[in-house]
T-cell receptor, first 111, second 113 residues
Framework: KQEVTQIPAALSVPEGENLVLNCSFTDSAIYNLQWFRQDPGKGLTSLLLIQSSQREQTSGRLNASLDKSSGRSTLYIAASQPGDSATYLCAVSNAGNMLTFGGGTRLMVKP | DAGVIQSPRHEVTEMGQEVTLRCKPISGHDYLFWYRQTMMRGLELLIYFNNNVPIDDSGMPEDRFSAKMPNASFSTLKIQPSEPRDSAVYFC???????????FGPGTRLTVL
């Protein structure tokens, strides 16, 4: 059974800092990995999707990498802003099209 | 496109009552997913449909839960009878294909008293 772990569970940084969020998964036979953002009381917004054959994806200040063999992904946020404060979730898709989610990292960027 | 639409956004009911949650996927998406989010268990997949057909319902917690998709633009998740432990946020998501990203609705926050 796939298990997804995100470290740290919570992170507080000053504005402008570059930061890295980590995601690990136990079963490397994945189709893709997706990073989401969730604001309090809101739904999930897809940030980046990395196919199993890819190593990284970039969108603006966000860069996600994937090392499938070691079961790891990182989300890099450059020049963090208070508006980046949210919970970040990673999820992996295995055979059967099912997404397994990590517990999330709650990020606070202080002005 | 309006995105995935869910209703109601909030539902408060008493234990034992029937609850029906509704979802309209993005037009043209062949896959529809129902998730539940709680503080204790995080986000869990309950069931998903492909072309209106339930494919995997192994995440449905028990017989009190049922889901239907009568057509490509509408799905329901029903809880009968509801219990306090069913209190959670229920999300619906849709996608074109399992290898591409899923788009989530805003969720329904269910409180069972």
């Amino acid at each position: 059974k796939q298990e997804v772990t995100q470290i740290p569970a919570a992170l507080s940084v000053p504005e402008g800092e570059n930061l890295v969020l980590n995601c690990s998964f136990t079963d490397s036979a994945i189709y893709n990995l997706q990073w989401f953002r969730q604001d309090p009381g809101k739904g999930l917004t897809s940030l980046l999707l990395i196919q199993s054959s890819q190593r990284e994806q970039t969108s603006g200040r966000l860069n996600a990498s994937l090392d499938k063999s070691s079961g790891r992904s990182t989300l890099y946020i450059a020049a963090s802003q208070p508006g980046d404060s949210a919970t970040y979730l990673c999820a992996v898709s295995n055979a059967g099209n099912m997404l397994t989610f990590g517990g999330g990292t709650r990020l606070m960027v202080k002005p | 496109d309006a995105g995935v639409i869910q209703s109601p956004r909030h539902e408060v009911t008493e234990m034992g009552q029937e609850v029906t949650l509704r979802c309209k996927p993005i037009s043209g998406h062949d896959y529809l997913f129902w998730y539940r989010q709680t503080m204790m268990r995080g986000l869990e997949l309950l069931i998903y449909f492909n072309n209106n057909v339930p494919i995997d319902d192994s995440g449905m917690p028990e017989d009190r839960f049922s889901a239907k998709m009568p057509n490509a633009s509408f799905s329901t998740l029903k809880i009968q009878p509801s219990e306090p432990r069913d209190s959670a946020v229920y999300f619906c998501a849709s996608s074109l294909h399992p290898t591409v990203e899923q788009f989530f609705g805003p969720g329904t926050r269910l409180t069972v008293l």
